[in-house]
């Protein structure tokens, strides 16, 4: 290997998307001897292998400064790095056009990983077209399910990689058996469970509307997993539902399969995803699965309603008609064990092989 590999990843936060970074860039890092990563959140670095080594601003970087400005800066550190030295290729994890456009002015072999859907990168025109040009002059466009290279390849005329991401079974199951600190739930309680940032993507309104709606019929709990800028709004609306005593917010848990596992349904009601992790997670961890049918991934993940179902985004009236038929359903067993059986495929090893084959090719 006469290059050497860098992964730009500028913010590192708490989600599926970082969950995969870690696992993708600690498996090449024992295959490839000389990989850096660039990021402005040096604090992270005890979530990679001592074999990677960190390129990161000299001053320091709070863990809540602005996204933009972590952009800016990583950015200034990957034009400092092709001016040292451009026998490199770039993995890059987050602000993709940003590093095409680094990459391709100093004539870098650059491999970019999307995660989320096309529908929620910008709905401004121009910008479309921006993306549009840069996006297709990356040398490699992976992405994480095949409805969403489906999407890709139309809208962008091109043909993108599909690597699943990968999981780690054993650690999953092993951090699940642990004990939940507090008691959770009551006995006799239907039990739900969403995780994801408080975000407008993860529209989690739809979720507490349709709460709303199936209280009256039956005793419900329901816990939430994330931070984000719509906690206030999110809890207000609880309040002024009085579903405070049906709806708990817990904030970031860095182990949530204990909570998974002591859960009855798995909800999402994203707007738009990539290939959602928590869906596999859940799938995994033997529970019945609730999800939008949004773009891209859960149609995917659920076989189309084989492994759990499907409710059209913002449906919150479908959404508690599924809920309230949880203990009705006698398709639901079947369901849960052939979702089981279907994470076979996201094993960790072998789609991790599957982007170091791909980046190989380069090195």
């Known amino acids: 290997m006469s290059k050497k590999l860098i992964i730009f990843s500028p913010s590192i936060e708490d989600g599926g998307v970082e969950k995969n970074l870690f696992l993708i860039s600690n498996y090449l890092s024992s295959k490839i001897p000389n990989l850096s990563i660039i990021t402005a959140d040096f604090y992270r670095k005890n979530n990679f292998s001592k074999k990677i080594k960190f390129i990161t601003p000299r001053f320091r970087i709070f863990k809540n400064t602005k996204k933009y400005i972590k952009y800016l800066i990583c950015i200034i550190l990957l034009i400092r790095e092709t001016i040292k030295d451009k026998r490199f290729i770039i993995l890059s994890f987050q602000a993709n056009i940003y590093a095409i456009m680094v990459a391709k002015f100093f004539g870098i072999t650059i491999l970019s990983r999307s995660n989320t859907s096309s529908e929620g990168w910008t709905k401004n025109r121009f910008k479309q077209l921006i993306f549009k040009y840069f996006f297709t002059k990356a040398d490699e466009i992976i992405v994480n399910s095949y409805d969403f290279k489906k999407e890709i390849d139309k809208k962008y005329k091109i043909n993108c990689k599909c690597i ?3 999981f780690n079974f054993k650690l999953i199951k092993k951090e699940s058996l642990k004990k939940i600190p507090n008691k959770i739930f009551k006995k006799k309680s239907l039990k739900l469970i969403s995780i994801g940032r408080l975000t407008d993507q ?10 709303k709606l199936v209280v009256k019929k039956r005793l419900t709990e329901l816990i939430i997993l994330g931070k984000g800028t719509n906690e206030s709004i999110l809890k207000n609306y609880t ?3 009085n579903l405070i005593n049906n709806v708990k917010f817990l904030g970031y848990m860095s182990n949530p399969y204990q909570y998974i596992k002591s859960s009855d349904i798995f909800v999402l009601t994203s707007r738009f995803e990539g290939s959602p992790n928590v869906l596999v997670e859940a ?3 033997k529970k019945y699965i609730i999800s939008s049918n949004c773009p891209t991934g859960p149609k995917e993940i659920l076989a189309n309603g084989l492994y759990g179902d499907l409710f059209n985004v913002g449906d919150f009236r479908k959404l508690a008609k599924l809920i309230l038929s949880y203990k009705k359903n006698q398709k639901i067993k079947k369901k849960i064990n052939n979702a089981f059986k279907n994470t076979k495929k996201f094993e960790y090893k072998k789609n991790c092989e599957k982007y170091y084959m791909l980046i190989s ?3």
């Open 361 to 363: 090719k380069y090195l």
């Open 202 to 211: 993860k529209d989690h309104i739809t979720l507490l509307k349709a709460i």
């Open 283 to 285: 799938q995994y961890l």
């Open 164 to 166: 699943l991401n990968p």
């Open 239 to 241: 309040l002024k539902n």
